[in-house]
């Protein structure tokens, strides 16, 4: 559960591309972000529920299962938890898909760092260290 207090925010990214997931780490650390990579959604569903995560950042084409069914999993657990997701595939399906989850916004890759720092401060406005 997130947990708004004096600590850093923390995010936890989904992502099997490794280099992205190491990117996206560094950019939200560098705003102030405590920031934990899970490579496969399994991973990323065990590191949800076992953390206190205000944000999940997950990709939709995992390579063991959809970053949908990630959500849908972890929202089962009713977690208060806030999702963005990302991907290369901008077609209407996945924002429609991603309205219907939930999540408070998609960015299609490949995007610029200013974009995903937005997006999660927009999200977390008020769980965001200063």
Not at 78 to 93: R, V, Y
Request: overall charge negative; aromatic content about 4%; hydrophobic content about 40%.
């Amino acid at each position: 559960m997130c947990e708004r207090s004096e600590e850093k925010s923390a995010v936890l990214i989904i992502e099997d591309e490794r280099s992205v997931a190491d990117a996206l780490k560094i950019i939200l650390e560098d705003d102030g972000y405590r920031v934990s990579i899970a490579l496969t959604g399994r991973d990323g569903i065990q590191e949800a529920l076992g953390g206190r995560f205000c944000l999940t950042i997950t990709d939709v084409g995992l390579s063991d299962m959809s970053g949908f069914d990630v959500i849908e999993t972890i929202c089962r657990h009713k977690l208060q938890m806030h999702f963005i997701i990302i991907t290369s595939n901008d077609s209407e399906n996945v924002l429609v898909q991603a309205r219907r989850c939930g999540a408070a916004g998609v960015l299609i890759k490949p995007f610029p760092p200013s974009e995903i720092l937005q997006l999660v401060r927009t999200t977390l406005p008020l769980a965001r260290s200063e």
